[in-house]
């Protein structure tokens, strides 16, 4: 790239908040935070704005149709076929790298077990799989000129090992490439910090941590040409000045609004704004073997909860619409999710569940993050559990405090949210239905929730062959959870986006990863 193109662009990144610069038209200008970024590598990248990037960046074996999120497609693969144990992939024929080189069994192969090798955060999605770095090697075999062989010894049947290998983490890398950047044996992963190696719609023209990240079209990418040649994303922490970009027109897209800020936008004529589904369920879960208060591994405890959390009030009175009522542990837009709602506020039926089970006085200490909105549900659900005759002592904390209280299992009741690692129910699942005695911190877990039962169904799931078969066990395993457990699932979030009303094509799901920038023109 033009060394002077390039510098052009960061000087307007750099005097985006300040000196106010329009956008270039063959510029997407997205403000939002970068510096949860600690790396571009996808074998560690695992924060929100890494995952966004590596969508556009590379390119799975497999992934998530952009309009039809349920449905994966073949991307690098061209078919593939199943067995119990193994999967088999025809790569195109006509695939590159940015760089050139063709994709080849060989980068799927290095790509997938430098990631089990380097052991990094997002690692645990592909060892699921039975691997490790002693053994790896021998899971992954090229069975001919574009075809290559995937197989694993434990018992997940091809469909959740398909969602596993459309994860970011699946991400191919260009091996040539990479391995002519490896350093001391870290197979490439101190250049992937801040430098892109695939076939996605965009390569990574300049990353300045916590600053700015420019990604140039790539034109030979098997995606098909983007329709603007850069992609800009700006560090603009504030939410407040995010907003003062976009109504200036110093921004186009911006992101992670708060509701304020989204509520005054939308009355402007020159701007649109969205408010998307998102995967993340937020909870209310009590420890069964809290000290001093045993009252909360009553299941009828549990039912009275159920009628005491008001959901509707919360979802669109106190957020303003910022949240949805979703009362099972799949989020709505999963396959199999459950979205009836058997449940309402209604405190005078809890306060009968309580007196009938002969529960006199309930109370519980609540530990919760002080952040926005947290606290306002927190706050909301102790108004609302008092109508029912249920005490409720919040005690806030920062995040990390919270998390390292409710693991060590010192706490009583926590209101926290869930998202997924990746696009398949087993994720949610494995943490809410699934408590095994074998070390495992699932939720279930956290809750000191013993479940043999939930615990085999989930493994059934798991090793389902069948689809439809898969999907109905875990709608069997979201109906027990929500009938009778120590979480009271009550909303699912939506990410507030906004953007100048002559911005078309942008595509943004409800998982972390699914942001696509390749068909966005303004």
Known sequence: MNKLIIAGLLTIAGTLGSAYAKTPANTLVVAQSLD???????AQGFELTSVQSFTNLYQRLVQANPLKPTELMPTLAKSWQSSAHSLTFTLRN?????SGNPVRPEDVIFSLARVVKLNLAPSFILTQLGWDKDNVDGYLKKVGPNKVKISWNVNIGPSLALSLLSAPVSSIVDAKTVQAHAQNGDFGHQWLNTHSAGSGAFVIAKYVPHQVLLMQANPSSPAGKAKMKYVLLKNVPDAATRALLLEQGDADIIRNLGSDQFA???????????????????YLMFNTKAKNNPVLANPKFWQAARWAFDYKGIAQDLLKGQFQVQQAFLPAGFKGALTDQPYHYNPAKAK????????????????????????DIAQALQASFAKAGIKVEIIPGVSSQVSSEVKQHNYEADL?????????????????????????????WRAN???PQLNKLTLQARAATD?????????QLQRKVRANSPFVLGLQNKKLVAMRSTIKGYIQGITPDMV???NVTK
């Open 449 to 451: 929730w013993e479940i």
């Open 264 to 282: 005054s936008l939308s009355h402007k004529s020159a701007i649109r704004t969205e408010a998307l589904p998102y995967a993340s369920i937020y």
């Open 416 to 444: 926290t949210a869930w998202g997924p690692d990746y696009f398949d129910p087993n994720t949610n699942a494995s943490a809410f239905a699934y408590n095994p005695d074998n070390g495992s911190k699932t939720l279930a």
């Open 36 to 42: 949860d970024v600690t790396s571009l590598d996808p």
């Open 352 to 375: 009968a569940i309580l007196q009938k089970a002969g529960i006199k006085n309930p109370h519980f200490k609540l530990v919760v993050s002080n952040q926005p909105p947290y606290l």
């Open 94 to 98: 006509d695939a590159k790298f940015a």
């Open 516 to 518: 696509y920038y390749q």
């Open 467 to 475: 689809d439809a078969k898969r999907v109905k066990i875990y709608q």
